[in-house]
């Protein structure tokens, strides 16, 4: 099934307690992009770039089959550019430098071929421009997945309140989840986000790993502990990517199938975390993949007969 | 198989961002022995109390099986006293008052009928205390278990040290394992505690679960999100107390067998959370534990067919 992807194609300059990184290709589209297409090779990117991007790495995306006549080049303008700063824990970060660019007045075009795609992506950007997206769709989608961040629960939570009761999955971390629900208990806060529009919930936990919720059930995948963690920058949206290309292969949205969906997201998450940028996802094989889902596997894995 | 227990018997006084309690009865020995007592009969603690603590809540101990031989009773003086302040996040606190009492020269005596016992759970207190115990042992037990905290990496390592080197199991959150070992990373942290002389370390990570460590595996329990979280004082005691309990009870020190015990002490530290103090595990029924394990089964259920 076909997948449009939106978000930023950008550059990152980030440093770590582990080392630091030159300005490096960054951006959640490139990011859900780059894990999605492991899994299929229908992946179509709504985004805008400037005329400094390297045209190397746009045909890399091109050869994993990721259709970008949805991204936008402006001559004379430059990228979306972030540079940030994470500290000891890994879990949280300074922003030193923002220079929005081409974002700052970006108008989505929707090419004619993506307006009947089957999934949709909209990956965290300002709620104002992912409704635009969604505005110009010609059939609702059978799957809309939503990635946002507090930075717009803080600066544009009317709109951002919109998009959430137009999509079927939001995918937020723990923090955000308490501040969007004012609830400290996770169980409680699900509860109220859902009742906002969304039929699942994706919490994400960073290292330690992402609940699935829906009015019935809840599923909790672990992170992978590693022996190295570089960079967690685009973790989040590699998730989303791993979580809706294998979804989008499978041809099935049932809850079961999201359960192994998390999991997969979780699997390309932690592989992402293991470089800087996106170098990880870039040199991924199959079997790569396939046995990094079964150390997921054996994570978990136990079983018991119940106390008597 | 008989489980002997150290740890304080004390009084917490507790403020939370959702209640407060008044001065009630806690200590590690206290949490460990009940959750241990829910699978086992043969529980002896070691401990000291003043003449102020309570003797209903003794009774409740003995009608629980719990062997209170090794428990001193000193007259005219007072037990051991905690205050603290959790923050909003509940995985962080302040220390108000530590009123030491009793507990300042704790000589621990271990009754004969202890000296041979098949388990031995070093609940969290100062290493040299630990030390006497395992000293005054006549066989070595079968599994030793060690529950200890950042405090005394700061005051007592070297003796901390001496007490890892002689132990089976070392269980700690992840900050603690991050102190211990210098290593951010998990993986490299539990490397270096396990090279220390433990066989096995449970790196416990509180809302976000626990992991079991060898040098050959790596096994995962999430913890349950739960609706109400009133107070986590307790939780990893109770943890270690199911831990050791239901290894006890099922005569089965392997990996596989432990993996269950992580779980079955996960089960039990989401009910102490739940309450002030150990007012839900003095109001727990075999089938409140069943049902509560079934939900932990279901909560990391999933299975899937690796991408082709």
């Known amino acids: 099934m076909s997948i449009v992807v939106v978000g930023t194609v950008a550059f990152d300059k980030i440093s770590t307690p582990f080392g ?21 090779d229908r992946v179509n990117l709504v985004s805008v770039i400037g005329d400094d991007f390297p045209t190397d790495f746009l045909e890399g995306l091109k050869q994993r089959n990721i259709n970008l006549d949805g991204l936008q080049i402006k ?38 071929s993506y307006k009947d795609c089957d999934f949709l992506m ?3 950007l300002a709620p104002v421009v992912q409704l635009k ?8 989608p059978k799957l809309v997945v939503l990635d946002t961040m507090n930075f717009w629960m803080d600066s544009a939570m009317d709109d951002l309140k919109k998009v959430i009761a137009k ?49 019935k059930s809840m599923f909790f995948s672990p992170a992978l502990p590693l022996e190295d963690v570089m960079d967690p920058t685009g973790a989040g949206d590699t998730f ?20 192994r969906a998390v999991v997969v997201g979780s699997a390309m998450a932690s592989f992402t975390v293991e470089k800087f940028g996106t170098e990880r996802l870039l040199n991924l094989s199959e079997a ?3 046995e990094r889902i079964q150390l997921f596997v054996d994570l978990v894995d136990f079983d018991i007969l119940l106390v008597d």
């Open 20 to 40: 630091k990184s030159d300005k490096i290709v960054g951006g959640a589209a490139t990011f859900i992009g780059l894990s999605a297409s492991q899994f299929t």
């Open 75 to 112: 001559p004379g303008e430059k990228s979306f550019f972030w540079e940030g700063k994470y500290h000891y824990d890994m879990n949280s970060r300074d922003t030193l430098d923002t220079q929005l660019n081409v974002l700052a007045d970006f108008e989505p075009v929707l090419p004619e």
């Open 122 to 124: 909209l990956g965290n």
């Open 133 to 140: 997206v969604i505005d110009q769709l010609a059939v609702r």
């Open 167 to 215: 999509v079927d999955v939001i995918a937020i971390n723990d923090e955000e989840a308490r501040q969007l629900s004012g609830e400290y208990s996770l169980v409680r806060a699900a509860r109220k986000i859902l009742a906002m529009g969304p039929k699942y919930i994706v919490i994400k936990k960073g290292e330690n790993g992402a609940l699935l919720i829906d009015d």
């Open 240 to 259: 989303a990517g791993g979580f809706i290309g294998y979804l989008a292969n499978s041809r099935d949205i049932s809850f079961e199938n999201m359960k």
């Open 288 to 290: 790569d993949i396939d």
